[in-house]
């Protein structure tokens, strides 16, 4: 097949005709599919129901510190719980406190506390004219709502092969003092599947800031999250980085369980300095007399340790792969040939990142849901929900069946030609 910038108006009047009576088809099978959300499928979840046993009525319910984890206590977590998330992300479990049962929590958490009581003794943000972040784009839709949440302003950053524009970050990070963060995920990013390169997390680490309370949001939430067992991305470590560069309290990392055991029921944490934890401890004190220890020994105990997490993550690997696959050989195959679009091909992570001609992503995304088939808003990519080149979608294959996922990746690729063909013809 011929690009399609290449064909004649007529010839591509007549592949509209031809790609219109299959859409149709497809409308009239009714279907109700979902792309939308990062979410596990059933069989996912599955892998970890041995933890509903581990934690029978008679089980010791007490912690390696002998603490009964049934009552009050322990602030910032069990011991080795610290030390299972820690190895997880390649921290010392002393640079860790351990949360409740999401990330993206801690994260609200952690700009809310900035907001009313500012950063470790720093002034609080509100009562700042102005408080900006930083946000690689495309990023993750919920990171944006937090901050737009507070009102704090968003700016956008370009995000390359390697990471963020780490000389346009540089450039605006030293020039401003009112920029206090920058949201990251910097390992199978969401929606790229983009790893950050090993410069990137060194210009990170040694990054100059205008504002003493500017602070790294790595959110590190697929760090385990492989797809193939031979062929992975690695990540420098960026606490350590950041102590090497001088700067051992810019950054906050965060990281849960989520997409290891159960979303919504796992468990979070944050790693940090010794000084920044120091000054989120006292303001958790008044938050809360401690987080769900249940949960973090039931963790620990189905896991027993990183290499068992490690095999856990196979297993959630041989479901995902497949669906990866699937849609990546349908887009090859179906769009490859025409000129008009790019996709990413992650290594892990839970998204495909897929850019059609510019100002076509909105009308794709209802061509689908208008035959059954939903796809994350275009748009949700950035901030404020708008991409100034209207061309971002991200792809989640995860939750449907492979047989579910074969039938919406093909309405997708049939609503993307149809689409650009208006586009051309326009
Ligand atoms: N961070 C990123 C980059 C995500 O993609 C997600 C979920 O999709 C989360 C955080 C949510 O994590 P949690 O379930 O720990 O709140």
Avoid at 18 to 28: M, T, V
Avoid at 115 to 139: E, I, S
Avoid at 388 to 397: C, F, G, L, T, V
Wanted: hydrophobic share 40%; charged share 25%; aromatic share 8%.
């Amino acid at each position: 097949m011929a690009s399609y910038q290449s064909m004649s108006k007529e010839e591509l009047v007549q592949l509209k005709e031809k790609l219109n009576a299959e859409y149709e088809a497809f409308r009239a099978k009714g279907l109700k599919l979902d792309m939308s959300r990062g979410k596990p499928s059933v069989e996912q979840l599955n892998l970890s129901m041995g933890m509903m046993d581990v934690l029978s009525s008679s089980a010791d319910l007490k912690c390696e510190a002998g603490v009964d984890c049934r009552n009050y206590g322990v602030l910032d977590g069990i011991q080795e719980a610290k030390q299972l998330l820690g190895d997880m992300i390649e921290v010392p479990a002393d640079n860790i406190i351990i949360y409740g049962n999401s990330s993206l929590d801690v994260m609200y958490s952690t700009v809310a506390r900035s907001m009313t009581h500012g950063v470790m003794g720093g002034t609080p943000w509100c009562k700042l004219d102005r408080v900006k972040f930083l946000c690689p784009a495309p990023g993750y839709d919920r990171h944006f709502a937090i901050t737009e949440y507070f009102g704090i302003e968003m700016i956008t950053v370009p995000m390359t092969p390697a990471g963020p524009d780490m000389d346009l970050v540089e450039k605006l990070v030293s020039q401003d003092e009112a920029i206090k963060g920058i949201w990251c995920v910097p390992k199978y990013s969401n929606p790229q599947g983009i790893t950050y390169s090993d410069e990137t997390v060194r210009r990170f680490a040694r990054l100059q800031p205008a504002a003493k309370d500017f602070r790294i949001y790595w959110d590190n939430a697929y760090g385990i999250h492989h797809l193939y067992d031979d062929d992975q991305d690695y990540l420098l470590e960026i606490l350590a980085e950041c102590e090497k560069a001088g700067n051992p309290d810019l950054v906050y990392k965060f990281c849960s369980t989520s997409k290891v055991s159960f979303p919504g029921s796992g468990v979070a944490a944050i790693a940090a300095s010794p000084a920044n934890l120091e000054s989120i401890r006292k303001q958790l004190a008044i938050q809360t007399i401690g987080f769900d220890k249940l949960n973090q020994l039931r963790h620990v105990r189905f896991y027993k340790n990183l290499d068992g997490m490690v095999e856990h993550m196979k297993k959630h690997a041989a479901i995902l792969r497949p669906k990866f696959e699937a849609v990546l050989a349908t887009l090859d195959r179906e769009l490859s040939p025409c000129g008009i679009a790019t996709w990413t091909k992650p290594k892990g992570g839970y998204f495909i990142s897929f850019n059609s001609l510019d100002g076509c992503a909105k009308a794709i995304v209802a061509k689908c849901r208008e035959a059954g088939v939903v796809m994350t808003p275009a748009g949700a990519t950035y901030p404020y929900g708008i991409d100034p080149h209207d061309s971002n979608i991200r792809i989640a294959p995860s939750f449907p069946t492979p047989e579910e996922l074969a039938l919406a990746s093909e309405l997708f690729v049939l609503c993307v030609k149809l689409v650009s063909i208006d586009r051309i013809l326009a």
